[in-house]
């Protein structure tokens, strides 16, 4: 069992459609992160949230927006997206963003778009 | 950040000890080893790191040579359940916070 918990599990979404990603941690960390995994590949990070402001956008496009309402919660609202951004999508935390401390990783979000 | 090298795949008995095999030619001192795993449909599962030391937890141990250019992951007791893809990542100071995946090695214990 995860203490990072994704929701949903599963979304498929058509090109036009807008949808959110919901990531939940209750374990007082105060660094999270969106991170995108294509089948058989190894994750990408997006996104870091730093104390609830975004400090790294790895250039992703616009059509993905984060949002981090509160030290808990990590939203990823996705609004006209592409069949390749079908993709499992990740969220993890950390207690801060040091080196020396791990990233939690919760089970993803299975994305597709049709 | 230093690069990592993994050899694709490797087999393991059930029982046997599991040893996976890092390079990092390239660390700096003050970049971390860090090893995760992901078990199909998963996400990644944080396992253990170091800096210069060997380091053990419950689920394994991790081994850095004295010239911190390479580093072995030993799961003791390797089940069925340990059959995943490991991850070893070099995580530095520079990179603030991020974790960048090679490619890493598919581990597959055998019955």
């Known amino acids: 069992d995860t203490e990072v918990t994704q929701t949903p599990k599963h979304l498929v979404m058509g090109m036009t459609n807008k949808k959110s990603l919901k990531c939940e941690q209750h374990?007082?960390?105060?660094?999270m992160y969106w991170y995108k995994q294509k089948a058989k590949k190894p994750p990408e990070l997006m996104f870091v949230y730093s104390y609830e402001k975004l400090s790294i956008n790895e250039s992703v496009p616009s059509r993905f927006s984060p949002e981090c309402p509160n030290s808990s919660l990590l939203n990823l609202h996705l609004h006209a997206l592409q069949p390749e951004d079908s993709a499992l999508y990740l969220c993890?935390?950390?207690?801060?963003?040091?080196?020396?401390?791990?990233?939690?990783f919760g089970d993803g979000t299975r994305l597709s778009i049709l | 950040d230093a690069k990592t090298t993994q050899p694709t795949s490797m087999d393991c008995a059930e029982g046997r000890a599991a040893n996976l095999p890092c390079n990092h030619s390239t660390i700096s001192g003050n970049e971390y080893v860090y090893w995760y795993r992901q078990i199909h449909s998963q996400g990644p599962q944080y396992i253990i790191h170091g800096l210069k030391n060997n380091e053990t937890n419950e689920m394994a141990s991790l081994i850095i040579t004295e010239d911190r250019k390479s580093s072995t992951l030993i799961l003791p007791h390797a089940t069925l359940r340990d059959t995943a893809v490991y991850y070893c990542i070099v995580r530095g100071i520079s990179n603030t916070g991020k974790l960048i995946f090679g490619q890493g090695t598919t581990l597959q214990v055998k019955p």
């Open positions: 374990m007082g960390h105060r660094a």
């Open positions: 993890a935390s950390s207690r801060r963003g040091q080196p020396n401390q791990p990233q939690h």
